[in-house]
């Protein structure tokens, strides 16, 4: 069975840190592209941060460049996102999903993981 698994999710205080998992089980996700995406209560979902499978090439929405990071390690077959000086509007329920296209910049992805929530309040 293909699946993904977010873990990591937590209640933090503004300015805090985060890192958030995404496992696959079922498929070698280092031929994937992989993709975070975040959806808050009353929001439409939005791609944070992606990773491309072919060149390594990550790519982040204006509202998080500097303080997230993507990275994916083959070995443990799970791409992580570090998450740094959170903030309040970075509330939200975090999803990863996997893509077989060579870049993350595509419009549908194959796999979705069930979400982690990610709380930042004081």
């Known amino acids: 069975q293909l699946q993904l698994v977010e873990s990591g999710g937590g209640l933090v205080q503004p300015g805090g840190s985060l890192r958030l998992s995404c496992a696959a089980s079922?498929?070698?996700?280092?031929?994937?592209?992989i993709g975070w995406f975040r959806q808050a209560p009353g929001k439409e979902r939005e791609g944070v941060s992606c990773?491309?499978?072919?060149?390594?090439?990550?790519h982040y929405v204006d509202s998080v460049k500097g303080r997230f990071t993507i990275s994916r390690d083959n070995a443990k077959n799970t791409v992580y996102m570090h998450l740094n000086t959170l903030k309040p509007e970075d509330t939200a329920v975090y999803y990863c999903?996997?893509?077989?296209?060579?870049?993350?910049?595509?419009?549908?992805?194959?796999?979705w993981g069930q979400g982690t929530q990610v709380t930042v309040s004081s």
């Open positions: 079922g498929f070698t996700l280092g031929y994937y592209s």
């Open positions: 990773i491309s499978s072919s060149d390594g090439v990550t």
């Open positions: 999903a996997a893509s077989i296209a060579p870049t993350c910049l595509v419009r549908d992805y194959d796999y």
